[in-house]
């Protein structure tokens, strides 16, 4: 057989999940709606919203046949599987886990809001326990997991090949392109001798593809040649970055590098799109040195909207995790900074770097 049929593909959820019915007590019936309910569960372990009634009508069984056999999949591992929400995910969890514990199974039945939103005191009130105790179960709640078939998804690292390397060789640069992947094409001597010998007719079928060969050659060291320019051109407009890092980066628009190369903004877009290069300050798409301004209080030079958010991240990091910095917290740290932006740029720029809120980030306990 060939290599990748000796190869052992990892188990998915759903073949997990029908391992278990085949070794489980279910009859006949019940087998037929598990496996049904089995292809109606997602790839985070919860049962698709309307799979009761689905597999009822196709089966011509009755909901509550379905959802028997439900239940029955909810005891199966992973713990939480084929739950209908988050509340019956964790608490099917914490009843396996945790059995006896009541204060778990009440937060997790009626106040995972309050969870959310941190409001502890609240559901200390109003389950009439302290602080502490409701802080003990939150920490428990925690370690439950939201999405149960969240171990069984395809993890498929994806590795970057830089298409350029830009090193630095005393004060200046060197741009070197990655050909590794690129074919080495020539054309084939057969076919030049073959010109001299053949008929009016095949003459002109080999001219014709000698000629689509050459456009084809000419046409990829055109390409390597147009990535060359414009990285050319983006060291040049952003030389501080190479020397000195993110906070250096300079405003730049396709315009700008497009006038410099003598192109049109589109091939610039095309030719940046999914290319990655190495340089002395990590591996970035090329599309990363392309950033809107964002106009300093002092009238001095206009700074990168993606310095702007390596600074807000650098706040975020270094703060205390027990007070942790608001959005407009951060506004007047940007402002000391001469840069004035409003606390809902900031609040974009925070949700792109893919960070919470500071009532989400902070630390009760």
Same mark, same amino acid.
């Given at each position: 057989?060939?290599? +990748? ?5 990892? $188990?998915?959820?759903? =073949? %997990?999940? &029908? !391992? ?19 292809? +109606? ?18 089966? @011509?069984?009755?909901? =509550? ?14 713990? /939480? ?34 969870? $959310? ?17 409701? /802080? ?13 078939? &969240?171990?069984?998804?395809?993890? +498929? ?5 830089? =298409? ?14 990655? +050909?590794? @992947? ?32 050459? !456009?084809?050659?000419?046409?990829? %060291?055109? &390409? ?18 190479? =020397?000195?890092?993110?906070? %250096? ?12 190369? @003598?192109? %049109? ?35 001095? $030079? ?15 990091? @270094? ?12 506004? $007047? ?10 606390? &809902? ?21």
């Amino acid at each position: 057989p060939p290599f +990748e049929a000796t190869m052992s593909q990892p $188990e998915s959820l759903h =073949d %997990h999940l &029908r !391992w278990q019915v085949q070794m489980g007590e279910f009859d006949a019936v019940q087998t037929a709606i598990a496996v049904m309910l089995i292809e +109606e569960i997602t790839d985070d372990g919860y049962l698709a919203e309307d799979a009761v009634a689905t597999v009822a009508e196709e089966l @011509g069984q009755s909901a =509550d046949a379905i959802d028997t056999v439900a239940s029955a999949l909810r005891e199966l591992d992973p713990p /939480g599987v084929a739950s209908r929400d988050l509340r019956e995910c964790l608490l099917t969890q914490a009843e396996r886990a945790h059995a006896d514990n009541p204060l778990l199974h009440a937060i997790i039945s009626n106040h995972l809001k309050s969870v $959310e939103r941190r409001n502890y005191a609240a559901i200390a009130k109003e389950l009439k326990v302290s602080l502490q105790e409701v /802080g003990d179960a939150v920490k428990l709640i925690a370690h439950l997991e939201p999405r149960p078939g &969240r171990q069984f998804a395809v993890k +498929e690292p994806q590795y970057i090949t830089p =298409d350029i390397y830009v090193t630095k060789l005393g004060n200046d640069y060197q741009i070197v392109l990655n +050909e590794d @992947g690129l074919p080495k094409l020539k054309i084939s001597n057969y076919y030049r001798d073959a010109l001299q010998s053949s008929g009016s007719q095949a003459k002109s079928f080999i001219q014709e593809k000698l000629r689509s060969a050459v !456009w084809l050659i000419r046409s990829i %060291h055109m &390409r390597q040649r147009t990535i060359y320019r414009v990285m050319e051109s983006i060291l040049k407009f952003q030389r501080d970055f190479f =020397d000195k890092g993110v906070q %250096h980066l300079r405003p730049l628009i396709l315009k700008d590098v497009a006038e410099d190369v @003598g192109m %049109h903004e589109s091939t610039i877009s095309r030719v940046t799109s999914n290319k990655y290069v190495h340089t002395p300050q990590g591996i970035y798409e090329l599309k990363f040195f392309f950033n809107s301004s964002i106009a300093r209080v002092d009238g001095r $030079e206009s700074i990168a909207s993606e310095s702007v958010r390596d600074f807000i991240k650098q706040l975020i990091d @270094g703060e205390n995790p027990k007070a942790p910095v608001s959005d407009q917290q951060i506004v $007047e740290l940007l402002k000391k900074r001469d840069i004035d932006i409003a606390r &809902r740029t900031v609040a974009k720029y925070r949700e792109m770097l893919r960070i919470p809120s500071s009532s989400k980030r902070k630390q009760v306990f």
